[in-house]
């Protein structure tokens, strides 16, 4: 989507690009020979001419296309964002989104953000770290996960592979004796890592889940040999120097290396990275109880009680969700946590009298903190370092956030929403590369070109009904469609991190050799074979969750075994699938494909003011930008209709607030499964997926936000003016017998 994610890395693939094509032109001048002098001798139609012309061709072609669709699938999944391990692959040195020091400022404070931003070559650091631990080489022949997974044509991906088999072959060599420990907690650490960075339905989480529970158990009992020793279980005041200061407890280890933690320091941030994974895997429960375990050890540790409070929030625990952000607020005078701040906005957006001084509580902490961010953030300008400068951008944006909600939700007074809201674009826009509007009109220009009426093969894919897909743009009620979906007991709603997805651009790579190297029956048989691979991880990955759920028991409402039969269908809702309709339909031609469709100008309007995760959703903070992405999503949505009518079931937004009983009913019977009445109850169910929409949801249908942007009309003439003629959506909901 934008040049400075993609750019790059399409290169190769236009390299590669060229020498298939001449491959495939020089296959296909052999076919046509061969063709001329079949003419000459019978009648027979040229049919695997055909399918070079019409399908390995385009296929071939759309490697162009492939690496401009995949930097922007990131921007969907974990609202918790990383940066990358360095040599230890420690919480220390891989902390959240923070700014420093706002109050009674510490210079330490910059040396954390210093070694936060660094950016190594990962490949490098690990075989240099590796090789010092023992001194071997790393020849170890350890088995890898082979599945199909990520954008495996990237380097990324495949440095993150090597890496994984390295650590692993580490790991297995540490068992059973004193290097066990701190082997396993770093491969966890980068197995968590690259499901952060590789969005592919959480291939590694439950590696990572296992790995940390192993290190867990011997650091317990190392624990429990100290203490029945009477050896020291923490490092003592004055035995760490803490890069910054004002902390006590274990936060003092927060920023050390695991090599440098004490026991209780190293089991805190183990269970707090474990408790990251089950959120990660929408285990949200599990999560708050590992959060709950380091805490058992340092009640006042701030980085699990902010995600233990990013957890409740999700499960709808606005009072206790409250409480913890409240704490890290007062705890956390450096601000390096400022996580609390966005959470906590959240939280009273959703429930003001969660914490008892409601907003006036967050506002007067903003008030004041904000000129001394400011002015920090000068000075960071000053010193001509970037890592410095994008954390200072981070927490003026989420600050003016904040205020934007609270002026939007508390006061109503539009005026000092719209500054807000137009100062947080700003620093969001003001690290990221502008807007590239030719760029983007040119992937779809692509897209249709080789997506036409004759390229889908006859007979290609899968005839299983299982997956669901829904797709639209962000912002259009896809999650509350996914919800409506999840309340009936056979069907499963897998979140945002979409198996699909992740496997794309292992599907493509599969299917254009197929197309271009076999025959059309090999194409036949390998399509479905990874439209199989894909239905069966969507099982696996439900399997998994389902086991883990079991013991969420004790924070829920009504301590009990939740039980249902298994699934027959998965919603996999991954919204920029709305571009990849063409090969859903190759894999999956009888799969439902549901696109909801909400009133433009509410749609565009609240991907305006939502803050979403760094990546290709940044230009949603731009008028420009915003209107193209829409633009685009527009005139793909009409080439689909086009090239596939009828393939596409629409759903209006609207219809579903406004018309659930009737809606509904239709829905279930489109996915082809009976009628439960409990779907209409979809927001009392207790399941959790995290999402940006997950708190609205909770509260059930509600049609109040409809027209909101009409509140901020007068300040939006020149996004109207840019939207052009696509301010009019004229789409009917197109659900059989609705």
Not at 27 to 45: D, F, I, L
Request: with cysteine; hydrophobic share 35%; proline share 4%.
């Amino acid at each position: 989507m934008a040049r400075n994610n993609g750019a790059a890395a399409s290169q190769p693939s236009r390299t590669h690009l060229i020498s298939s094509t001449a491959m495939l032109k020089a296959k296909t001048n052999g076919v046509t020979r061969q063709e001329s002098n079949w003419s000459q001798s019978s009648p027979r139609p040229s049919t695997w001419l055909i399918f070079l012309f019409h399908f390995a061709l385009p296929m071939t072609l759309l490697l162009i296309v492939s690496n401009v669709v995949d930097d922007i699938y990131g921007a969907f999944t974990s609202l918790v964002a990383e940066s990358t391990p360095l040599v230890h692959y420690d919480e220390a040195v891989k902390p959240p989104t923070t700014f420093p020091s706002i109050s009674n400022y510490e210079e330490g404070s910059n040396s954390v953000i210093d070694q936060q931003s660094k950016r190594r070559s990962q490949d490098n650091i690990l075989k240099q770290q590796l090789n010092k631990h023992d001194g071997t080489n790393n020849n170890n022949k350890v088995k890898s996960n082979n599945k199909g997974t990520g954008p495996q044509s990237s380097p990324l991906y495949k440095d993150m592979e090597t890496n994984i088999i390295m650590l692993r072959s580490k790991y297995e060599e540490s068992r059973n004796t004193p290097s066990e420990i701190l082997a396993a907690i770093r491969y966890a650490d980068y197995l968590k890592y690259r499901d952060t960075t590789i969005h592919d339905g959480g291939t590694y989480q439950m590696d990572a889940i296992k790995v940390y529970s192993r290190a867990i158990e011997l650091l317990q009992d190392e624990y429990r040999q100290k203490i029945d020793n009477g050896e020291e279980v923490r490092l003592s005041e004055g035995a760490t120097s803490s890069p910054v200061v004002g902390y006590s407890g274990l936060n003092r280890e927060m920023f050390l290396d695991y090599d440098s933690k004490s026991t209780e320091g190293r089991l805190c941030a183990t269970y707090t990275s474990l408790g990251k994974v089950f959120f990660m895997s929408n285990m949200f429960g599990r999560a708050v109880q590992s959060y709950d375990a380091c805490l058992s050890y340092d009640p006042y540790y701030l980085d699990a009680l902010t995600s233990r409070a990013q957890a409740l929030l999700i499960l709808g625990k606005f009072n206790e969700a409250g409480t913890d952000y409240k704490l890290v607020l007062e705890l956390d005078t450096n601000r390096l946590f400022v996580d609390a701040v966005t959470g906590l906005s959240k939280v009273l957006t959703a429930k003001e009298d969660a914490i008892t001084e409601g907003w006036d509580y967050l506002v007067n902490i903003l008030e004041q903190d904000l000129p001394r961010l400011k002015e920090t953030y000068e000075n960071a300008k000053l010193s001509n370092n970037d890592g410095r400068v994008k954390h200072y951008v981070d927490g003026l944006k989420r600050v003016h956030h904040a205020m934007f909600a609270y002026h939007d939700v508390k006061t109503k007074n539009a005026s000092a929403a719209w500054e807000h809201l137009l100062k947080g674009n700003m620093y969001k826009l003001s690290t990221v590369a502008p807007f590239d509007a030719a760029f983007e009109k040119d992937r779809v220009r692509r897209l249709k070109q080789v997506f036409t009426p004759n390229f889908f093969p006859k007979g290609v894919g899968s005839q299983t009904r299982t997956p669901i897909f829904i797709i639209g743009f962000v912002r259009s009620g896809s999650t509350l469609l996914e919800r409506i979906l999840d309340s009936h007991p056979l069907i499963v709603g897998t979140g945002e991190d979409s198996v699909f997805n992740g496997r794309l651009d292992f599907i493509r790579n599969e299917i254009v050799q197929a197309s271009t190297t076999g025959s059309a029956n090999d194409l036949q048989i390998k399509v479905k074979q990874l439209a199989d691979d894909v239905v069966s991880d969507m099982k696996s990955r439900w399997e998994v969750i389902e086991d883990n759920m079991h013991d969420e028991s004790e924070i829920s409402d009504k301590p009990s075994k939740i039980t249902r039969p298994n699934p027959t269908r998965f919603a996999d809702k991954m919204l920029t699938n709305y571009m990849n309709v063409g090969f859903i339909h190759m894999l999956f031609p009888n799969a439902l494909i549901l696109h909801v469709a909400r009133e433009p100008m509410d749609t565009i309007f609240s991907a305006f003011k939502h803050d979403f995760p760094p990546g290709g959703l940044d230009y949603t903070a731009d008028f420009a930008g915003l209107a193209q992405l829409y633009h685009s999503y527009r005139e793909v949505m009409r080439h689909w209709d086009a090239v596939l009518p009828g393939r596409v079931t629409h759903i209006r937004y609207e219809d579903m607030v406004t018309d659930l009983p009737n809606v509904a009913p239709k829905i279930i019977d489109a996915v082809g499964v009976p009628w439960d009445p409990t779907v209409l109850d979809f927001h009392k169910k207790k399941q959790a997926v995290n999402t940006l929409s997950t708190t609205q949801v909770r509260k059930g249908l509600y049609s109040h936000h409809f027209k909101e942007w009409k509140r901020y009309e007068e300040y939006l003439h020149p996004l109207l003016d840019l939207v052009g003629s696509e301010v009019e959506y004229d789409l009917k909901t197109t659900l059989p017998g609705y």
